[in-house]
């Protein structure tokens, strides 16, 4: 047959017979190595067995396929790649006589039945299970245990080879771990790899070197963010500093995860966000954290109006502070490190949480945030430079990472006095609307207070008046300021003193389009996981903040 030429057969019949059983490191590199090739070779076999009349003629045909098949059956390293089982399993099944027509076929059906329950199955009676029968072992526990073996010799190879050297990245025995990976790249979905692969990282790390096959990086990204492998978070963080193309993946999957799955507002988003081990990596590398907030940005700026994406912006942010400030100080960075383009004057007081702050100073705290924001504004308010304008950016972005001061405004305008009610209105206002385009900002602080007037009388009064019920709709209808309406009716629902009963049935009445209650949704989200870090815990507002959920997702 054309499609199998005699040099191959050859090649590869060499190779199978040389290979046996790979239980030593070099014949698993070099199987691993010519993983793809063999799988190509493999599926001009099955083309060619799919086009024979019977097993008579496929084995006269292909003298040397059974043969072949059958040492490859027993290579752990061929078995542990599906594709490679795969296409074994189809070439036996090509094999195979429904209606044998001679001693010769009888006589293949029973040595195929045996390879397919070796390779599918740990049935009695198989040639695989009596073979090692006498060990105490299952054919497939052979095997795992096998490729453990193997790889366990190539774990120690890869710490040998930086073990005690004084200048280790430069007399790391590069050449070797570079044709490990490239080995490895076939395999990366196979559980017993996962132990070599972290070893392989680990060394990268130590070495400070790209020693690393790139499609050995690019396989383990692929597999990680496809869930089909499972490394230790070590291992993981190791690869993130090897690679940034890695980095900006996970980053960009915990982005897209968040914001297109439904069940991320039914959980807490700041156990969601820990679970990606991005802050914990952010708060140990420094450059993890300017990648990570650098895509965070450059989305935010394409989508500045998101609620969504300022909320997984801020849960984040929160979560790596706590990872930053439960290091040791001696081995922390100066905050400064992770935020070079804001003033330092903004960082003190916005990356102190609430929590730290005693709630009898919030007014004050909030007061002092808002006078510096109104510095940075007012050059911009004034014609400057490009310039100008990036400092105000800067200064926003600071302001989403730190979004829970902006909750907490929204929550003491809740039972403000008029008297104070002036600067939290303005941060939520700049918030929302950080720009001056046609010098809107106070248009935009107006709708703000008339907003806040209409919920303080809808939610302290009873029952509810329905001039304000209908006012605060219209103002939700309104492109202008609907989600700085809407922050505000969020927090109403959560920190009024009303019954719940109450607060469900004006829900019920202002809040009727799906797209909003979608974005009340994720508001509540970012109420949540402000109320889950602080230092103490109210029960009836956690309560509430259930039942509101709940009902905005029912309806």
Same mark, same amino acid.
């Given at each position: 047959?054309?499609?199998?030429?005699?040099?191959?057969? =050859?090649?590869?019949?060499?190779?199978?017979?040389?290979?046996?059983?790979?239980?030593?490191?070099? /014949?698993?590199?070099? %199987?691993?190595?010519?993983?793809?090739?063999?799988?190509? +070779?493999?599926?001009?076999?099955?083309?060619? &067995? =799919? =086009?024979?009349?019977? %097993?008579?003629?496929?084995?006269?045909?292909?003298?040397? $396929?059974?043969? +072949?098949?059958?040492?490859?059956?027993?290579?752990?390293?061929?078995?542990?790649?599906?594709?490679?089982?795969?296409?074994?399993?189809?070439? &036996?099944?090509? *094999?195979?006589?429904?209606?044998?027509?001679?001693?010769?076929?009888?006589?293949?059906?029973?040595?195929?039945?045996?390879?397919?329950?070796?390779?599918?199955?740990?049935?009695?009676?198989?040639?695989?299970?009596?073979?090692?029968?006498?060990?105490?072992?299952?054919?497939?526990?052979?095997?795992?245990?096998?490729?453990?073996? $193997?790889v366990s010799l190539m774990i120690e190879e890869v710490i040998k080879s930086c073990d005690g050297l004084p200048n280790t990245s430069a007399r790391c025995s590069n050449g070797n771990i570079h044709a490990m990976s490239t080995a490895c790249a076939a395999l990366v979905t196979c559980p017993q790899m996962s132990p070599l692969i972290g070893a392989l990282l680990k060394h990268s790390m130590l070495c400070g070197s790209s020693c690393l096959n790139q499609e050995f990086i690019k396989e383990i990204s692929e597999a990680l963010i496809s869930k089909r492998l499972v490394l230790e978070d070590e291992a993981v963080v190791n690869l993130w500093c090897c690679s940034p193309t890695c980095l900006e993946g996970a980053a960009v999957s915990l982005l897209e995860s968040v914001l297109s799955d439904h069940e991320t507002l039914t959980q807490s988003l700041d156990k969601y966000v820990n679970d990606s081990l991005l802050p914990q990596a952010s708060a140990d590398h420094c450059h993890i954290f300017l990648t990570v907030n650098e895509i965070f940005r450059n989305v935010l700026i394409e989508i500045d109006e998101n609620l969504a994406m300022r909320v997984? $912006?801020?849960?984040?942010?929160?979560?790596?502070?706590?990872? &930053?400030?439960?290091?040791?100080?001696?081995?922390?960075?100066?905050?400064?490190?992770?935020?070079?383009?804001?003033?330092?004057?903004?960082?003190?007081? *916005? &990356?102190?949480?609430?929590?730290?702050?005693?709630?009898?100073?919030?007014?004050?705290?909030?007061?002092?945030?808002?006078?510096?924001?109104?510095? /940075?504004?007012?050059?911009?308010?004034?014609?400057?430079? $490009?310039?100008?304008? =990036?400092?105000?950016?800067?200064?926003?972005?600071?302001?989403?990472?730190?979004?829970?001061?902006?909750?907490?405004?929204?929550?003491?305008? /809740?039972?403000?006095?008029?008297?104070?009610?002036g600067p939290l209105l303005w941060l939520l206002t700049f918030f929302h609307h950080p720009t001056n385009r046609g010098h809107q900002r106070s248009q935009q602080i107006a709708v703000a207070r008339e907003a806040w007037s209409h919920l303080r009388m809808l939610f302290l009064t009873r029952p509810p008046p329905p001039r304000h019920l209908s006012a605060v709709k219209e103002l939700l209808s309104s492109s202008l300021s609907a989600n700085l309406v809407l922050h505000l009716f969020s927090n109403f629902t959560v920190f009024s003193h009303g019954p719940v009963s109450i607060i469900t049935e004006i829900t019920d009445k202002v809040l009727t389009e799906a797209a909003v209650k979608r974005r009340a949704l994720w508001i509540l989200a970012s109420i949540r996981c402000r109320l889950n870090s602080a230092a103490t815990r109210d029960d009836r507002v956690h309560s509430r903040l259930r039942t509101l959920q709940d009902t905005l997702l029912q309806t």
């Open positions: 047959m054309e499609t199998v030429s005699e040099t191959d057969v =050859q090649f590869w019949m060499a190779k199978a017979v040389d290979w046996g059983e790979a239980t030593s490191c070099s /014949v698993l590199l070099d %199987t691993s190595r010519h993983l793809g090739s063999l799988r190509s +070779f493999l599926q001009q076999v099955l083309q060619g &067995l =799919q =086009q024979m009349s019977s %097993t008579s003629e496929a084995m006269k045909t292909f003298p040397f $396929v059974g043969q +072949f098949l059958g040492r490859l059956c027993w290579n752990p390293c061929v078995i542990a790649d599906d594709r490679s089982q795969r296409l074994l399993l189809w070439c &036996l099944s090509c *094999l195979y006589s429904a209606e044998p027509l001679n001693a010769v076929e009888r006589k293949a059906n029973m040595w195929i039945k045996n390879m397919l329950c070796h390779l599918i199955s740990e049935e009695e009676g198989s040639v695989a299970h009596a073979t090692v029968k006498h060990a105490g072992l299952t054919p497939k526990r052979y095997h795992s245990e096998a490729l453990q073996k $193997v997984l $912006v801020q849960v984040f942010t929160v979560c790596f502070l706590q990872r &930053l400030t439960g290091q040791k100080p001696q081995d922390r960075l100066p905050l400064r490190a992770y935020f070079p383009h804001v003033m330092p004057s903004l960082l003190t007081p *916005l &990356l102190t949480a609430p929590s730290e702050v005693p709630r009898e100073a919030w007014l004050d705290h909030l007061s002092w945030i808002r006078s510096l924001f109104q510095s /940075v504004t007012e050059n911009e308010d004034a014609g400057e430079d $490009v310039r100008a304008y =990036q400092a105000v950016f800067e200064a926003w972005f600071l302001l989403v990472q730190c979004g829970y001061w902006v909750d907490t405004a929204a929550e003491l305008l /809740v039972l403000a006095a008029p008297e104070n009610a």
